[in-house]
């Protein structure tokens, strides 16, 4: 029923909840912003791995820990992307940006969701399952690696303040 999927996806809400409002600060002034962003998207890639090994028999215990986590570090992810991307953009260009990388998360997950669709959207949905969680596996994969570029200063520049850990953040 629809209420008891919903009721399923609690680990999901519960995880993208946790993850910005409880963690996040705290975290990113211990370690910093890049450091998060790829650890974000390692984490998701953790989830998405629970959850491909799943099938229908599958105990839900170890559904509900793939979703939390999934939920959980995503939300990391893309807060650390949100900070590094407003700290090192002019204060003039702050409304730009953000909307740039707001349209740019939006479509992704539209896209996101229109290919797991697309890999669902089969009579056999169990050996579907597995195709629609390695999309989303090899793009965590992608994360990761472009992400880990953050973690390297461009020549001639000079760490963004913000991205210092012992900075507190306001």
Known sequence: SPAAAGIALLPLTVGTLVGPFVLYRPLANQFGHPRLLVAGFAGAGVGIAILSGTVPRTQYELIAVGLALLGLASTVAFSALTSLLLANVAPK???????????????????????????????????????????????????VIVSSLSLVPARGTQINPVEQPDRALP
Do not use: E, K, W, Y
């Open 93 to 143: 260009h702050v409304g730009l940006a953000s909307g740039m990388q707001n349209t740019t998360r939006q479509t992704g997950a539209l896209m996101a969701v229109s290919i797991l669709g697309a890999a669902l959207n089969a009579h056999a949905i169990g050996t579907r399952l597995s195709l629609a969680f390695g999309v989303l596996a090899a793009a965590a994969v992608v994360a």
